[in-house]
T-cell receptor, first 116, second 118 residues
Framework: GAGVSQSPSNKVTEKGKDVELRCDPI?????LYWYRQSLGQGLEFLIY????????KSGLPSDRFSAERTGGSVSTLTIQRTQQEDSAVYLC??????????????FGDGTRLSIL | AQTVTQSQPEMSVQEAETVTLSCTYD???????LFWYKQPPSRQMILVIR??????QNATENRFSVNFQKAAKSFSLKISDSQLGDAAMYFC???????????????FGTGTRLQVTL
């Protein structure tokens, strides 16, 4: 597709359940980022992929959070044993590989996750 | 670690008027990029304007321009001839220019909600 695609758009789940959020980046973009936006807050970095490897996963808030990327394309963010504080909008962005010139990050529409 | 501060949670401007959104940042790096993103209710983050720290000239994109003061670590956004479609959340963001794996992420401020009135 033309842009970054995220699914589902909205997800409501019960506390303690596991959830998977999907990101399909722009074709050709080797860099992929996950951010979290809590209510009234700015975006908080979670993890960065270059290809299938994650050189920076420093923003993952706990071991309940994990992410993977396969085939250098689609990425999945998994949250295990969800807690109410996990409620937020999860945004994915992609770009060409960082280099001498800045490569702008293109964002998807996000997944709004609500934990009951 | 870098930090970005937006001290105006909300701003309001009349249609066709000019408004300035403030942003300050803290870094020990000499080379970096600064951005303003717009987030309408659709949630998608839209890049408005970008500034390279090594360039002294302020960036301009149509009705949008920045006032970049490197010594003061200030990066304000001016919107001229405001339009109803400009109403959104605006986020200031920082990115290091270094190519190390940890340097690619964006660091965001908490945002300013801009209302445009008739």
């Amino acid at each position: 597709g033309a842009g970054v695609s995220q699914s589902p758009s909205n997800k409501v789940t019960e506390k303690g359940k596991d959830v998977e959020l999907r990101c399909d980046p722009i074709s050709g973009h080797t860099a992929l980022y996950w951010y979290r936006q809590s209510l009234g807050q700015g975006l908080e970095f979670l993890i960065y992929f270059q290809g299938n490897s994650a050189p920076d996963k420093s923003g993952l808030p706990s071991d309940r959070f994990s992410a993977e990327r396969t085939g250098g394309s689609v990425s999945t963010l998994t949250i295990q044993r969800t807690q109410q504080e996990d409620s937020a909008v999860y945004l994915c962005a992609s770009s060409f590989a960082p280099g001498p010139l800045d490569q702008p990050q293109h964002f998807g529409d996000g997944t709004r996750l609500s934990i009951l | 670690a870098q930090t970005v501060t937006q001290s105006q949670p909300e701003m309001s401007v009349q249609e066709a008027e000019t408004v300035t959104l403030s942003c300050t940042y803290d870094t020990s790096e000499s080379d970096y990029y600064l951005f303003w993103y717009k987030q309408p209710p659709s949630r998608q983050m839209i890049l408005v304007i970008r500034q390279e720290a090594y360039k002294q000239q302020n960036a301009t994109e149509n009705r949008f321009s920045v006032n970049f003061q490197k010594a003061a670590k200030s990066f304000s956004l001016k919107i001229s001839d405001s339009q109803l479609g400009d109403a959104a959340m605006y986020f200031c963001a920082y990115r290091s220019a270094f190519l190390a794996g940890t340097a690619s992420k964006l660091t965001f401020g908490t945002g300013t909600r801009l209302q445009v009135t008739l």
